[in-house]
């Protein structure tokens, strides 16, 4: 059964600070995985999404690795500001016909003005 | 629609009664899937449809919890004689075959 696991659990960094979120999964035999926010009271938000044959997404400020004979995956933000504050999640879809998401608990980040 | 679309947003319900949510998924997605959340934790996987084909109910967790989507459009996720521990935050995504999931805003249940 695959299992994700995000690292740190909270992070409270001062606004204009890079900082990277930790993901690993126990399975390697992955389709893709996914990056998300989630801010209170509304809904996941996808940030990035990264084929299995692929090494790095980015996005703006931020930039997703994996690498999957490892189950890693780390999440990179530049240069935080206070509106970065929220939950990011990690999901993985396996190979196969099944198409569900494993997520990770997430790591709540706070950006101090 | 231009999202995935739940209703109600936030339900309270006394034990026993039973609860029906909904979800209207993205115009056109084939796949929809339902999750719960749990205050500190990510979003587990319950149940998800092609179409109207139910693909893989292995995350419900006991048969007072059912899903259908008659037409492979809107789905509903029924709980019967909810229980305290059923309280929980209910998420639907929808996605087209090769494509991410989108997720609603889901629908928060507090069963009393």
């Known amino acids: 059964k695959q299992e994700v696991t995000q690292i740190p659990a909270a992070l409270s960094v001062p606004e204009g600070e890079n900082l990277v979120l930790n993901c690993s999964f126990t399975d390697s035999a992955i389709y893709n995985l996914q990056w998300f926010r989630q801010d209170p009271g509304k809904g996941l938000t996808s940030l990035l999404l990264?084929?299995?044959?692929?090494r790095e997404q980015t996005s703006g400020r931020l930039n997703a690795s994996l690498d999957k004979s490892s189950g890693r995956s780390t999440l990179y933000i530049a240069a935080s500001q206070p509106g970065d504050s929220a939950t990011y999640l990690c999901?993985?879809?396996?190979?196969?016909?099944?198409?569900?998401?494993?997520f990770g608990s997430g790591t709540q980040l706070t950006v101090l003005p | 629609g231009a999202g995935v679309s739940q209703s109600p947003r936030y339900k309270v319900t006394k034990r026993g009664q039973d609860v029906a949510l909904r979800c209207d998924p993205i115009s056109g997605h084939v796949s929809l899937y339902w999750y719960r959340q749990a205050l500190g934790q990510g979003p587990e996987f319950l149940t998800y449809?092609?179409?109207?084909?139910?693909?893989?109910k292995s995350g419900l967790p006991n048969d007072r919890f059912s899903a259908e989507r008659p037409e492979g459009s809107i789905s509903t996720l029924t709980i019967q004689r909810t229980e305290q521990r059923d309280s929980a935050m209910y998420r639907c995504?929808?996605?087209?075959?090769?494509?991410?999931?989108?997720f609603g805003q889901g629908t928060r249940l507090t069963v009393v």
């Open positions: 990264i084929q299995s044959s692929q």
């Open positions: 999901a993985v879809r396996p190979n196969g016909s099944a198409r569900q998401l494993t």
């Open positions: 995504a929808s996605s087209s075959l090769y494509t991410e999931a989108f």
């Open positions: 449809f092609n179409y109207e084909a139910q693909q893989d």
